[in-house]
């Protein structure tokens, strides 16, 4: 794929997270957004392997003409990807590049390697040189430990921007911003010259990855801020799967999708074009 991280001149791409419908089958969400305004897909690894199976994973995008743009590294160790956490992330490198996506996402946190953090600050620059596909760390939700019932002090130290800025390229988390009571718009102004890619959705009163538009962070706004500054990364749209109406009709489901990708390029290009004053955000 000959596309670069950023293109001044290029619209973002925006796309879906499978994550948005992991209740189903990984062909079943390929179904659903056929006809979509998404650019692609996001894949989230885990352990069914129709998530890390390059081949199978290509022939759902042959079948139903939608590119995978990225890849989700697991939450954790999956024991035939690695041994350990690092050969994990490794063979997920591996299968982004075998499925042409341009941006690995990884958690400086994993389930099974809690010191994650600090093998990537070692080892990250040395991995990205190895390989054409971005390596992004994603800003995480705040989590803070009980003892005694008393909350004594954080888990880690991924829900602040400041924790973000030793990392060359981010994912930005508007969801995991929201929840940890930091400002989006603020974080943006703050991140932006790495932010290489966005996970998009909304957030109300501590619940996370609802449909954008129906919490209370300011996305249309913040779709705006990356419009105007010419964003060239990934937008990936990712929810919980009742955000989409996973379990109802397949109708109501797509109809979730279509207007999921209408939402951000609706408020990517309107602003983009900067015919909306910062003074009088729009909503
Ligand atoms: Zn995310």
């Known amino acids: 794929m000959a596309d670069e991280y950023k293109s001044a001149d290029q619209a973002p791409l925006v796309t879906l997270s499978t994550g948005s419908l992991y209740t189903y089958g990984l062909a079943r969400t390929f179904e659903l957004m ?133 990392f060359a390229a981010l ?34 009163n501590g619940r996370e990855h609802l449909y954008p538009g129906e919490g209370t962070l300011p996305l249309a706004d913040f779709l705006g801020a990356l419009g105007r500054s010419r964003f060239g990364g990934i937008v990936v749209v990712e929810l919980h799967p009742f955000a989409l109406h996973a379990g109802r009709s397949d109708e109501k489901v797509r109809d979730r999708i279509h207007q999921a990708a209408a939402y951000c390029r609706q408020h990517l290009a309107v602003t983009g074009a900067a015919r909306v004053p910062e003074a009088q955000p729009s909503r």
Not at 147 to 166: N, S, V
């Open 34 to 166: 056929q006809g979509s305004a998404f650019d692609g897909v996001e894949i989230i690894v885990d352990n069914r392997w129709d998530t890390r199976q390059a081949e199978y994973i290509n022939s759902l995008t042959a079948q139903w003409g939608i590119p995978v743009r990225s890849i989700h590294a697991p939450f954790g160790t999956i024991s035939e990807m690695g041994s350990d956490y690092p050969s994990t992330l490794k063979a997920t490198i591996r299968l982004a590049e075998e499925v042409g996506a341009r941006t690995v996402v990884i958690h400086p946190i994993s389930r099974s390697a809690p010191d994650l953090a600090q093998w990537l600050h070692a080892n990250l620059a040395d991995l990205q040189a190895q390989t054409r596909v971005l390596l992004t760390v994603e800003n995480l939700p705040r989590k803070l430990i009980k003892r005694l019932g008393i909350l004594q002090r954080d888990f880690h130290e991924f829900w602040h921007p400041d924790a973000m800025r030793p």
């Open 171 to 204: 994912t930005m988390d508007t969801t995991h911003f929201g929840v940890s009571q930091i400002d989006i718009l603020a974080a943006w102004q703050q991140l932006h010259a790495t932010v290489q890619h966005i996970h998009l959705s909304d957030e109300y």
